[in-house]
């Protein structure tokens, strides 16, 4: 039997649409369907809110602005199930979704755009619990490291709150208070609650409403939701790459919260060296970070004033 890869996932791209050739008068459904013509992989799922996630699937976001009644359309593009393969199958799909969108229009992205990666076991068996102790440890202890290689409108979102700096049950703590909370949980209901300091709505950089089973959720993610809005393919690997890298470094480390501190520093040198030695896995590519980490530094404190950047733009605060 094959062995399974390590991780499954998905990604959502928001973005803005510029068609190449602008018909008159078209509407952004009417565009979403032309847009998913002449690739077998890709529908328009824009009026429909079942998720098939067996194909690209172009759908409907409230949140985003900066769009016309005719054009740029704002949309987002959701993928289907992609397998962390040592191929790098995946990659391919990517292009492919890229260059097909790439003969009909440009993309543009704004304050209301962000890239978001849903991940789980390749396995397809659920979390185990000492993975996600693992992982939610991660998250925390390199929060200041990947608020460093966001720009300002992902740092300060009011919907992108720190999971730690935003939440009462960790901001006060040092991190082997931390590393003791998380080891106290029982069920993934408690990584839920703890992970987002009780709060039901999804304003968190990190999401874990995604494993508690219900309408809207596959009952198995892990939602990173930080990441700016990518128009590039370039840009889409690299966050992805960053993501899976992320979780597969994180996730087999059982004694995380009491080693960590002694062999990677909380800040972007520190993160990169984390994923360098511990998150590769087979057909990994580091390469594809190269412009994430670029000219990044240090750590960034979460932000004291968060921003509603949808709420602004309608009130005129930004264009």
Request: aromatic share 12%.
């Amino acid at each position: 039997m094959a062995e399974s890869p390590p991780l499954r996932f998905g990604i959502e791209i928001e973005a803005l649409f510029h068609p190449h050739h602008q018909e008159p008068n078209l509407l952004v459904a009417a565009f979403a369907k032309k847009l998913a013509e002449g690739h077998d992989g890709m529908r328009s799922a824009y009026n429909d809110w079942e998720r098939d996630y067996k194909s690209w699937q172009i759908v409907h976001d409230d949140s985003l602005r900066g769009y016309g009644k005719f054009g740029p359309y704002a949309l987002e593009v959701i993928s289907p199930i992609l397998y962390l393969d040592s191929g790098g199958a995946w990659r391919r799909q990517i292009k492919d979704m890229f260059t097909h969108v790439g003969t009909k229009c440009n993309l543009t992205s704004n304050k209301t755009c962000g890239f978001h990666i849903h991940m789980s076991p390749g396995s397809r068996s659920p979390w185990l619990m000492e993975e996600l102790i693992s992982i939610s440890f991660a998250i925390i202890y390199f929060d200041e490291a990947l608020l460093a290689l966001m720009p300002q409108h992902r740092r300060n979102s009011y919907y992108l709150r720190s999971n730690l700096a935003d939440n009462d049950r960790f901001s006060e703590q040092s991190m082997n208070g931390c590393w003791t909370a998380l080891l106290g949980l029982k069920t993934k209901g408690d990584f839920f609650d703890l992970m987002q300091n009780g709060d039901d709505e999804c304003r968190f950089a990190w999401n874990f409403a995604n494993l508690m089973p219900g309408i809207d959720t596959t009952g198995a993610t892990i939602e990173w939701r930080q990441p700016p809005g990518v128009t590039t393919v370039d840009d889409c690997l690299g966050w992805t790459e960053l993501a899976v890298e992320f979780i597969h470094a994180a996730k087999g480390w059982r004694d995380i919260g009491t080693e960590v501190e002694g062999l990677y520093a909380g800040d972007v040198d520190g993160l990169k060296e984390f994923l360098g030695e511990r998150g590769q896995y087979p057909g990994s590519d580091m390469g594809l970070l190269d412009g994430i980490f670029r000219g990044k530094a240090g750590r960034v404190s979460a932000a004291t004033q968060r921003v509603d950047y949808p709420a602004d733009y309608d009130n005129g605060l930004w264009q």
